[in-house]
Each structure stands twice: as C-alpha cells, then as structure tokens.
C-alpha cells in the first residue's frame, strides 16, 4: 500500500488516533504483566500485536502533530493509565511518591497539548 496517498488527517483527527495510538500501547503493556514472562501464549503474542499497531499509529500522525508531541503524550499517558492500572487491578502499592510523580507526569502532558494548540493557531 502506497502510505503517500492516505489521506491528511486534522489536527483533531490526529488527537484521535493517538488515543487509539495510546489504548494499543497500554494494552501491550498491560499484556507484559499477564504473559508472566512470556509463559502464557496469548498475552505473549499480543504484546507485540498491541505495540505494532500503536507505532503504526503513530507512525501516521507524527507529520501532523510533531514528534516530540506525539512521543511525550503517547508515553506519559500510557504511563499514567498503565500506573493506574497496575494500581486498580493488579492490586500494586499507591504510595505517596507514585502518586505524586504520576500528578507530576499529567501537568507535563497536559503542557505539552497547550503547547501544540498554541503552534498550531
């Protein structure tokens, strides 16, 4: 398939796939967890079906949004929903530092989206 003639997507369908992008990205890493070191076959090989599908993602937005947009918010929010995960379901320690940093790691998101709108307007 010819990747050139895909269509250009906005800005707001950018942000869009990037949740996709995301929700990919925590499900492999959430299957990292439940493979128990690659001795369960399904979660073993959906990790690598979950991250090749959320860098293919990516992988079509950058161009859009920015590279250092497009990794920052990929990664801090996977890193904040796959904390919270680890939290909620697999009953992992809250502690007072975690929670902090995961606060710390959403400001900076957060940031990095005003940032973006600020650019593009």
């Not at 369960?40 to 920015?66: D, E, K, M």
């Not at 919270?84 to 940031?111: C, D, H, N, R, W």
Request: glycine share 10%; proline share 2%; hydrophobic share 60%.
């Amino acid at each position: 398939m010819n990747m050139g003639s895909l269509p250009a997507l906005t800005v707001g369908q950018a942000w869009g796939v990037l949740a996709v992008a995301i929700g990919f990205e925590v499900a492999g890493t959430t299957c990292m967890r439940l493979s128990e070191g690659f001795s369960r076959w399904l979660p073993s090989l959906l990790i690598f079906v979950f991250y090749a599908a959320s860098f293919a993602l990516n992988t079509l937005i950058i161009g859009r949004l920015g590279l250092s947009v497009v990794y920052a918010v990929w990664s801090g929010v996977g890193t904040v929903v796959t904390a919270l995960i680890g939290i909620l379901y697999f009953k992992e320690p809250a502690t007072a530092l975690k929670m902090a940093s995961i606060t710390l790691v959403v400001v900076g998101v957060f940031g990095l989206h005003a940032a973006s709108r600020s650019a593009a307007a």
